[in-house]
């Protein structure tokens, strides 16, 4: 009998390939180095990419001597995203805005929520055990009705519901949507910087009372907590959102003037 034992190829042969790797003859480069104005000498492997052309000096050949691995994941994102036509989240464009509001515990939750990797009940239902070593319950840790799905988790839950209209009130706004609750609307510098904080202290509690080291939600709390942080990061945002309410509020009205004197 003869048994196949199928291997996955190594991940870095695969990327590779995938962003065009290639060999070529190896040789010496001689260059004039521009601080010291020295000849130097370098040997290079001959790994790399990019098109090979007999004259030196125009050549579009990046070696793999020179390249570090952002270069190489920069080139491999622009190789997949081009066969799949993506584009990219626009949450990112938001983060991107407010990152130096954020706690580097801020930014690495926003960027698993973005990319969908934060841990939620459905998943964790299908390989967790209990003590008992039985499969966890999928059920929503905070309300315990329903299955934690990821809408569930970021826009369904009525414990969720209820926090996101605290959090408009204290941004002055009647509602948040579902698109400015996930940052991929943006509303405003500080408005922003708000809701990212209380989605990070939101999802604290909830893990917290998940792990059963708290027994139930304390919105007041968790408001609290939310307010505390962006005072420490943006000391005058409640002034910052009220002028840019009220600049909101003089422009719709300039604009329903200039209407009814045109009518
Ligand atoms: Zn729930």
């Known amino acids: 009998m003869c ?3 199928s291997k996955q190829p190594s991940k870095s042969v695969k990327i590779w390939f995938e962003i065009g790797g290639r060999k070529r003859d190896e040789r010496i480069i001689t260059y004039k180095n521009r601080k010291t104005g020295e000849q130097v000498q370098e040997w290079e492997s001959g ?5 090979d052309t007999e004259d030196l000096e125009g050549e579009l050949w990046k070696p793999l001597e020179k390249m570090d691995s952002t270069q190489v994941y920069e080139i491999l ?8 036509n993506y584009e990219p989240n626009l949450a990112f464009k938001t983060i991107h805005k407010i ?3 954020l706690t580097p515990a801020e930014r690495e939750y926003w960027w698993k929520l973005i990319h969908k990797l ?3 009940k459905q998943t964790e239902s299908k390989y967790i055990k209990d003590n008992k070593g039985e ?4 059920k929503c840790p905070l309300c315990k009705t329903q299955k934690e799905t990821r809408n569930h988790y970021n826009h369904e839950c009525p414990k969720v519901l209820e926090f996101r209209k605290q959090i ?3 941004i002055y706004k009647e509602t948040i949507t579902n698109e400015e609750w996930m940052l991929q609307k943006s509303i405003d510098t500080a408005s922003d910087t708000v809701i990212a904080k209380a989605r990070w202290v939101y999802h604290c509690e909830r893990c917290k009372i998940d792990h059963k080291s708290r027994r139930r939600i304390n919105n007041n709390i968790l408001l609290d907590t939310t307010i505390h942080r962006t005072d420490l990061a943006l000391p005058k945002w409640k002034e910052f959102i009220k002028k840019t309410h009220e600049n909101t509020k003089i422009k719709t009205k300039q604009i329903q003037q200039t209407k009814q004197i045109r009518t």
Request: aromatic share 10%.
């Open 3 to 5: 048994k196949y034992v």
């Open 47 to 51: 790994f790399g990419i990019g098109r």
């Open 77 to 84: 994102n622009n190789i997949r995203n081009e066969l799949k």
């Open 99 to 101: 990152r130096y509001n």
């Open 118 to 120: 934060t841990s939620i």
């Open 135 to 138: 499969l966890i319950s999928n």
């Open 168 to 170: 408009a009130r204290i």
